[in-house]
């Protein structure tokens, strides 16, 4: 299937609607019905601020990037990108071409 895959880069310790905000845009994208999401945690990176945040063994959470991702149709991501813009969420995204599927099918 050809499709986009959506990413979204949001600080761990971000939050919206009083959730952090990884978990809000995972079950706001199912809410609206796409079909699968993940978050990842980065070990280390910088933003556009050019600050370096790094995990240390006795760092707390906070600093640090959450990448939340999704293989979408272009209609779904077109959807999602819409509600998201219209709750004016002020969240950076990167939207590329993708091929997926199953190798079961």
């Known amino acids: 299937m ?3 895959y959506l990413k979204f880069f949001v600080h761990e310790s971000e939050r ?8 809000w845009l995972l079950e706001e994208a199912q809410r609206v ?13 910088y933003g556009r601020h050019g600050v370096i945040h790094e995990q240390h063994f006795f760092e707390l959470a906070g600093g ?7 293989a979408l149709s272009e209609q779904e991501a077109d959807r ?14 990167v939207r590329v071409p993708a091929e997926f599927g199953r190798l079961d099918n």
């Open 2 to 4: 050809q499709g986009v």
């Open 16 to 23: 919206h609607a009083g959730r952090l905000l990884y978990e």
């Open 33 to 45: 019905g796409v079909p699968g999401g993940s978050a990842f945690r980065a070990v280390a990176g």
């Open 64 to 70: 640090l990037a959450i990448e939340v991702v999704f």
């Open 80 to 93: 999602l990108l819409g509600h998201f813009k219209s709750l004016k969420l002020p969240l950076f995204y």
